[in-house]
């Protein structure tokens, strides 16, 4: 079993829905969990971390993480066609390795 | 502040032939690291640094050296470029070698070994 796995998608919502992007993890070391978005020919920026389970809001983004099921999800509301874009998630425990997912691929039509 | 930033954006190499890519950060960051980027593969460490003056393998350091010139500056050679280093290669960056901390990434460089 690989340690993080992630729906490459792509994933196609229309304009102002919810979208749910998960994770799954095999590690349950694994204790950050971070979220980062990449633009089509641009490097990934992080956009939403949190530490061990709950949840964790900002602006219409929301991560939850599920240790108990070792999944992770980010929500996105209001989706707009500029959060088009590959997200990734990535997880790291007490070594300091960060895993990276491989990514989905996220279209928001207008 | 540019952030990251990483040259060349493109290049082209024949088998064989060597290339060094250029990586910089004006953040003061103490932890510098290369990763390439391949279609269904997600993101691979190939090389990391802690801190100036060391360097340390990553998941897929075979066929490159790297180099902290620096505290600025991380460059990754390809001594003898093979068609399986074709990639997109990111340059990126953080305060400390933590899990938690977050990392910055650099615009990347595409490299298509022929």
């Known amino acids: 079993q690989k340690e993080v796995e992630q729906d490459p998608g792509p994933l196609s919502v229309p304009e102002g829905a919810i979208v749910s992007l998960n994770c799954t993890y095999s590690?349950?070391?694994?204790?950050?969990f971070m979220w980062y978005r990449q633009y089509s020919r641009k490097g990934p920026e992080l956009l939403m971390y949190?530490?061990?389970?709950g949840n964790k809001e900002d602006g219409r983004f929301t991560a939850q993480v599920d240790k108990s099921s070792k999944y992770i999800s980010l929500f996105i509301r209001d989706s707009q066609p500029s959060d088009s874009a590959t997200y990734l998630c990535a997880m790291s425990g007490r070594d300091d390795k960060i895993i990276f997912g491989k990514g989905t691929r996220l279209h928001i039509l207008p | 502040n540019a952030g990251v930033t990483q040259t060349p954006k493109f290049q082209v190499l024949k088998t064989g032939q060597s290339m060094t890519l250029q990586c910089a950060q004006d953040?003061?960051?103490?932890?510098m690291y290369w990763y390439r980027q391949d279609p269904g593969m997600g993101l691979r460490l190939i090389y990391y640094?802690?801190?100036?003056?060391?360097?340390d393998k990553g998941e897929v350091p075979n066929g490159y050296n790297v180099s902290r010139l620096n505290k600025r500056e991380f460059s990754l050679r390809l001594e003898s470029a093979a068609p399986s280093q074709t990639s997109v290669y990111f340059c990126?960056?953080?305060?400390?070698?933590?899990?938690?901390?977050?990392?910055?990434f650099g615009p990347g460089t595409r490299l298509t070994v022929l």
């Open positions: 640094s802690a801190s100036e003056g060391t360097t």
């Open positions: 990126a960056s953080s305060e400390m070698r933590r899990g938690a901390d977050t990392q910055y």
């Open positions: 953040m003061n960051h103490n932890s």
């Open positions: 949190t530490y061990s389970s």
């Open positions: 590690n349950s070391a694994f204790q950050y």
